[in-house]
């Protein structure tokens, strides 16, 4: 399984986090779960917005690509 790549954050003014996929917004902490992320985020910087945003393979994708309801 490949490593989650095309994430980015910007911490705001007012506290807030966005983090982007591919430049585009996949999603905004704010409060107690931006600093919780904040000080999440120097582990593993694309595992922990993958995690965060929801964004991350679930390990099942080839199990569903092979049930007899998605063959062609």
Do not use: C, K
């Amino acid at each position: 399984m490949p490593a989650p790549h095309g994430f980015a954050y910007e911490e705001r003014s007012d506290g807030s986090v966005v983090i982007t996929h591919h430049g585009r917004p996949a999603t905004t902490l704010r409060g107690p779960r931006a600093q919780e992320f904040l000080a999440e985020v120097d582990d593993d910087p694309q595992g922990v917005m993958a995690r965060w945003t929801g964004n991350y393979r679930h390990g099942n994708e080839r199990t569903a690509r092979n049930h007899p309801r998605n063959r062609r």
